[in-house]
């Protein structure tokens, strides 16, 4: 049971059993007909399609719109992100060959869940990029990204929770809009691939896809072998994104953060690696770069390193280092 919108879902099914919202978290393995558009289309129906062919628009009275569209800017929140969403399409698997993606993914979810004990463990997550390598994905399907791979070869997708990394990846457009897919993932078992691996498929029969750590991904790596056949999008996302200006950062720090419990960076760098997977410290490193040279600014940065440290441990770390040096440090927790 996919149930990563539980908690939006929860009030809504029961009044509404079949609708796409009711889909999302009851049928995690293959879309069902209603739900992709394929059948009960009327023919006559004029459907907007601005973004491309493939892909219809959802109306914001839809209870998809509003599901998709909260999960999206909610998590970009966390991150110290306002997102406003400004259109959400579907893929409507109306032509020939994206019905028959639709069925070859369903297939191989049926197949994974016999491989995998009944469990084939299907996923949303998020996959960003230009808006036309986007129009590329939904028309044609993936391609092996060009870019460095750091976790052996195959596609990059952030869990749905977490999608700032795939944010970073949207590219905006010449309206400045950003452009993010939802898909379903087909992962199977999954296993660690560490980072600089060169592995392009799964190290033995017993594993399907791979993440970069077990208890907190922060990326889906689905082999460029499967990548049309366990990843189906679903939905286009166009939004743009900012950061909190400083008045609303500096209310979030203040009900949540003493401002005078600060550390130097790179100390709170080297005890932070003592807790947290080398990928987190890895992302917070290249963020803190980024900020050095100017392409993030301080509260992007500040936001990032709590949404992926979390706000208990950065307290215990900052209490433990001040009765170290007994006296609080005046340089702030973000020193170069």
């Known amino acids: 049971m996919l149930t990563l919108f539980g908690d939006l879902l929860h009030n809504f099914d029961t009044e509404n059993p079949h609708s796409d919202r009711a889909n999302v978290e009851n049928d995690d393995s293959c879309p069902s007909d209603s739900e992709s558009g394929v059948s009960g289309t009327d023919s006559n129906e004029h459907r907007s399609r601005p973004f491309c062919n493939n892909l219809s628009a959802v109306s914001n009275g839809e209870a998809i719109y509003e599901v998709v569209t909260k999960k999206l800017v909610s998590s970009l929140s966390s991150c110290g992100f306002n997102a406003e969403v400004e259109a959400v399409y579907r893929n409507d698997y109306t032509g020939i060959m994206s019905r028959a993606k639709l069925q070859s993914f369903c297939i191989y979810s049926k197949a994974m869940e016999v491989k995998c004990g009944g469990n084939s463990n299907v996923k949303y997550a998020w996959y960003g990029a230009s808006k036309n390598e ?98 189906l999008p679903e939905f286009v996302i166009s939004f743009r994104a900012s950061s909190y200006g400083r008045g609303d950062q500096r209310r979030s720090q203040s009900s949540r953060m003493p401002n005078s419990d600060w550390m130097p960076f790179p100390t709170l760098i080297t005890t932070l690696s003592k807790f947290l997977p080398r990928d987190a410290i890895e992302l917070i490193v290249k963020n803190h770069s980024d900020y050095k040279n100017r392409k993030i600014t301080r509260q992007e940065l500040i936001q990032l390193v709590r949404n992926v440290a979390g706000d208990k441990l950065l307290m215990a770390i900052i209490k433990s280092y001040r009765r170290k040096i007994k006296q609080p440090s005046s340089n702030g927790l973000y020193n170069n």
């Open 134 to 231: 986007i129009r590329r994905i939904v028309s044609h399907g993936f391609v092996l990204p060009v870019d460095t791979q750091t976790h052996g070869q195959g596609v990059y997708l952030s869990p749905v929770d977490r999608p700032f990394e795939s944010m970073k990846s949207a590219s905006p457009d010449e309206d400045g809009l950003r452009h993010i897919l939802l898909c379903r993932v087909i992962l199977g078992k999954i296993e660690v691939v560490p980072r600089f691996s060169e592995q392009c498929n799964p190290s033995c029969e017993e594993f399907d896809s791979g993440v970069d750590d077990l208890a907190s991904p922060l990326k889906y790596i689905v082999w460029s072998s499967c990548m049309n056949t366990h990843i």
